[in-house]
């Protein structure tokens, strides 16, 4: 037990690995054994990680940590570790992939072993993402989860399916390539600094780089982050990444791949690069604010729901990005948790499009209509979807949008101002999209279909799609009406991130003490 205790965060990691090649070793023939060894695998996974997060113990430093040499010559080692801006991402991604992989049990029909593998890879990609200590790690794992997303949209993805994936492939790999260098150019720092070499996150915190060497490195790794978010106007490659990504690969994409992102603003840009995090807040914050709009209007507009639901992304992410940046307390800590409502919502909303497309062969919200009558369970459930997308109190995307708004509010009150603008435009076109589906008369596309029609009944959601949806409505529920517990795991390490700001902000000749109040002035203790 005492070495499964120390090393249950790398046991999390790869476990998914070890599951995938459990599954290569079958026959693509053995379909229901493939599908329940990727089940079972990812379900194991999310137990042992909901023993790390009953086991975490509040506070900012990181837990579970395991450290490894790996190439000793270069400083480089296997690193991992987790604290409470982690905790929660690696959470939403061992809850989001057994669902997933439970959706695609329809979904997928075609070449199922392949897609299986691919997901749990991803899940390892995924993990190690947000749990490695060592920046080289980091990195491989960043570019490691490009692999098995490109061929899950290429391969299983729509008519343009390789157009979007490659784009996918180019927009990130083009950050990723300059963060490269910034990670080059860190080693290097770290090495005239320290006296000798190291890729130790822990350690590169404690450099001390110019004002301009933070100005390049800051860029390099924003960028990367801000296509992955994505932040406008870096975002172009993501509605066409959903709209042609299969149902499952839509959900990865939107609950967790985006919030690596937001994870790399929060763990790399902003410790290591405080000084011109400052200087480039004002800009980034716009950038957020316009995202939120544009993306809202864009939204409001698509005939096409997948692609609606795309939009949305982007103008809740912006929310997201606007919460980091005002960099209070509140915001940061709002922003987190919205990383996570994001996930449940957004990505029960692509489960549910996926849901009635397998139905009716049709994404056009002008072919629907009446749904309601014809299916009342799957619209109760969507209805609940939207209402905890759009913010309403007691689901779980009011406690993020309330958290960042006010926490906003203290550092960049105009930005926070526009920002209820995208809350309100977010309330028309989900519930716009609710009452052109749902309501009214059937569509000429569904008028053969119902009780009353010629054809057969359309069927309502089935025992294995109450199993996907049910854990997804349980979250929401629990997050919005009792945040505390996940809360409490965060807030001493968005303390000591937000604190590392607001001394990098303060004027010369202030000390510790002096920022302490400082950040209680403005909100941020």
């Known amino acids: 037990m005492d070495w499964l205790a120390q090393h249950l965060l790398t046991l999390i990691i790869f476990l998914p690995t070890v ?63 987790i604290d409470g801006i982690s905790l929660l991402l690696v959470m939403l991604t061992t809850f989001i992939t057994p669902i997933t992989i ?43 989860m490009l692999i098995p997303m490109y061929f899950i949209i290429g391969v299983w993805g729509g008519e343009n399916r390789l157009y979007a994936s490659i784009k996918f492939v180019l927009f990130t790999m083009l950050g990723s390539l300059l963060m490269l260098v910034a990670i080059f150019a860190l080693y290097s720092q770290g090495n005239a600094q320290l006296e000798y070499y190291t890729t130790s996150y822990l350690e590169l915190t404690t450099l001390k780089l110019s004002p301009m060497t933070q100005t390049w490195m800051f860029l390099a790794f924003a960028l990367s982050f801000a296509i992955k978010v994505p932040l406008f106007p870096f975002h172009t490659w993501l509605p066409d990444a959903h709209v042609e990504a299969p149902t499952p690969g839509s959900v990865i994409l939107a609950a967790i791949l985006l919030k690596m992102g937001g994870y790399g603003f929060l763990r790399y840009c902003l410790p290591l690069f405080p000084e011109a995090a400052v200087r480039f807040t004002p800009l980034i914050v716009v950038l957020a604010v316009v995202g939120i709009i544009y993306g809202a209007l864009m939204a409001m507009v698509q005939p096409d729901m997948k692609k609606l639901v795309a939009y949305s992304s982007v103008s809740h992410l912006g929310f997201v990005v606007l919460g980091i940046f005002a960099l209070s307390l509140q915001s940061v800590s709002g922003g987190i948790i919205q990383m996570v409502n994001h996930g449940l919502s957004t990505g029960a909303l692509f489960l549910l499009v996926g849901m009635i497309y397998e139905r009716t062969h049709t994404r056009q919200i002008a072919d629907y209509g009446g749904l309601a009558g014809l299916m009342p369970r799957y619209a109760a459930v969507f209805l609940i979807v939207t209402l905890a997308s759009i913010g309403l109190p007691g689901l779980n995307g009011f406690v993020g949008e309330f958290l960042i708004i006010v926490g906003s509010f203290n550092t960049q009150p105009v930005a926070a101002i526009v920002a209820v603008v995208g809350v309100i435009l977010s309330a028309i076109y989900l519930l716009w999209l609710v009452h052109r589906v749902f309501f009214g008369q059937p569509a000429v596309a569904l008028s053969g279909i119902g009780e009353t029609g010629k054809g057969p009944k359309l069927p309502d959601l089935t025992s294995r799609e109450w199993a996907v949806m049910l854990p997804v409505l349980g979250m929401v529920i629990i997050l919005g009406v009792y945040p505390q517990p996940f809360l409490k795991r965060i807030e001493p390490s968005v303390t000591t991130l937000v604190n590392t700001y607001w001394q990098a902000t303060a004027p010369a000749g202030i000390d510790q003490a002096d920022v302490e109040i400082i950040d209680e002035n403005k909100g941020n203790k």
């Open 19 to 81: 599951g995938a090649g459990v599954i290569l070793l079958l026959r693509e023939a053995q379909r229901g054994l493939i599908r329940r060894v990727a089940l079972g695998t990812s379900l194991v996974t999310f137990v042992l990680s909901y023993f790390i997060f009953k086991g975490f113990e509040a506070g900012d430093a990181f837990q579970y940590v395991e450290q490894v040499p790996w190439i000793p010559n270069f400083g480089i080692s296997y690193q991992v570790g």
């Open 102 to 144: 439970l959706s695609a049990f329809n979904a997928v029909r075609q070449r199922v072993k392949g897609f299986m593998v691919a997901l749990l890879v991803m899940e390892t990609a995924m993990l190690g993402v947000f749990a490695a200590l060592d920046i080289f790690l980091f990195y491989i794992f960043w570019e490691a």
